[in-house]
């Protein structure tokens, strides 16, 4: 009694409404941080809490991709620049307003179903400038990419911002220079290991140096897998980050989401009809955690203006 909600003030933060689009960019700070699963779980609460179709941008191929995590048929790049639509979803359509407070994450308490409104959206096998796979940002340089590329990347930002409020990309090593500059909001993702601390510092580092401090001073820092075992572990990467970002989120262990097995695990329990839950799997912490990421992340962008974008 007389303790808030944090819960519910999470849910009411992830449905602020925003004054245009946003590219949300998930960056894991070194391999095995957590970034497929981290973008996968932040993009469907958005949709689910918000109401509204989410985009979620997998730019990081590999065996457990998003587009191997989706529930639904990836769409990909090219297919979205030739106009043709996710889910059938109509093309430069405004998004619906989010739902209302009677509403607001009554789909994580047990109600019935709803069909998913995340699109996820894949590179194509041959497209030029295709995301190698690969997470750590500090390990080496990244080299510029063909002019074709940039101009693909170009168009599909622009294409995105006119069908979703929010755009979540989950970037592969050799995409990151060209999602970073269209980012209006970056979540980092360190694993509690006894390297956190040295790569979400490096990270930190290399992002200033590139022209993108402004973009790490207001991003969101996420510690995956903290137990009492790795509390050391996770507070030494805290410690390293503290000031240099906006918030910390820690989330706890959970056994489902440690190897890509139990991934595929996760897809099975969405799929299961006898779950009215999306993520029945996952332990409350942990589903508390990614909440109260989408909180304050929609609370953050909705003090700050979207970038400009200009049609393509």
Same mark, same amino acid.
């Given at each position: 009694?007389?303790?808030?909600? $944090?819960?519910?003030?999470? /849910?009411?933060?992830?449905?602020?409404?925003? +004054?245009?689009?946003?590219? !949300?960019?998930?960056?894991?700070?070194?391999?095995?941080?957590?970034?497929?699963?981290?973008?996968?779980?932040?993009?469907?609460?958005?949709?689910?809490?918000?109401?509204?179709? !989410? #985009?979620?941008?997998?730019?990081?191929?590999?065996?457990?991709?998003?587009?191997? &995590?989706?529930?639904?048929?990836?769409?990909?790049?090219?297919?979205?620049? #030739?106009?043709?639509?996710?889910?059938?979803?109509?093309?430069?359509?405004?998004?619906?307003?989010?739902?209302?407070?009677?509403?607001?994450?009554?789909?994580?308490?047990?109600?019935?179903?709803?069909?998913?409104?995340?699109?996820?959206?894949?590179? +194509?096998?041959?497209?030029?400038?295709?995301?190698?796979?690969?997470?750590?940002?500090?390990?080496?340089?990244?080299?510029?990419?063909?002019?074709? #590329?940039?101009?693909?990347?170009?168009?599909?930002?622009?294409?995105?911002?006119?069908?979703?409020?929010?755009?979540?990309?989950?970037?592969?090593?050799?995409?990151?220079?060209?999602?970073?500059?269209?980012?209006?909001? $970056?979540?980092?993702?360190?694993?509690?290991?006894?390297?956190?601390?040295?790569?979400?510092?490096?990270?930190?580092?290399?992002?200033?140096?590139?022209?993108?401090?402004? $973009?790490?001073?207001?991003?969101?820092?996420?510690?995956?897998?903290?137990?009492?075992?790795?509390?050391?572990?996770?507070?030494?990467?805290?410690?390293?980050?503290?000031?240099?970002?906006?918030?910390?989120? /820690?989330?706890?262990? +959970? +056994?489902? &989401?440690?190897?890509?097995?139990?991934?595929?695990?996760?897809?099975?329990?969405?799929?299961?009809?006898?779950?009215?839950? /999306?993520?029945?799997? &996952?332990?409350?912490?942990?589903?508390?955690?990614?909440?109260? $990421?989408?909180?304050?992340?929609?609370?953050?962008?909705?003090?700050?203006?979207?970038?400009?974008?200009?049609?393509?």
């Amino acid at each position: 009694p007389g303790r808030p909600d $944090l819960d519910r003030q999470a /849910r009411e933060r992830a449905v602020l409404p925003l +004054d245009g689009p946003r590219l !949300v960019v998930v960056l894991g700070c070194t391999v095995g941080a957590g970034q497929t699963m981290t973008t996968f779980i932040l993009a469907e609460l958005l949709a689910e809490l918000r109401g509204e179709p !989410v #985009a979620a941008l997998d730019l990081n191929p590999g065996p457990a991709s998003l587009a191997t &995590l989706a529930t639904q048929p990836a769409t990909t790049v090219s297919a979205l620049l #030739a106009n043709r639509n996710p889910a059938g979803r109509p093309a430069h359509a405004a998004a619906p307003a989010p739902r209302s407070t009677a509403h607001r994450g009554s789909a994580w308490r047990g109600s019935p179903r709803v069909k998913s409104q995340l699109d996820v959206i894949s590179e +194509d096998p041959t497209a030029p400038g295709l995301a190698a796979p690969g997470r750590a940002v500090t390990g080496g340089a990244i080299g510029p990419e063909p002019a074709s #590329a940039n101009l693909r990347y170009d168009r599909l930002f622009s294409v995105l911002a006119s069908r979703y409020t929010v755009s979540v990309a989950d970037p592969g090593a050799s995409a990151v220079s060209r999602v970073l500059p269209a980012a209006d909001q $970056l979540v980092l993702v360190v694993p509690a290991s006894p390297d956190a601390a040295q790569a979400v510092g490096m990270t930190c580092e290399w992002l200033e140096a590139h022209g993108h401090g402004a $973009l790490s001073a207001s991003s969101i820092a996420v510690v995956n897998g903290v137990s009492q075992r790795s509390m050391p572990h996770a507070e030494q990467a805290e410690l390293a980050v503290r000031g240099r970002c906006r918030a910390i989120v /820690r989330v706890p262990w +959970d +056994d489902h &989401l440690a190897q890509p097995q139990a991934e595929r695990g996760i897809r099975a329990s969405r799929e299961a009809s006898v779950s009215p839950e /999306r993520f029945a799997q &996952l332990r409350p912490a942990v589903l508390q955690a990614h909440t109260a $990421l989408a909180g304050v992340l929609v609370a953050t962008m909705s003090m700050s203006r979207p970038r400009t974008r200009s049609a393509q």
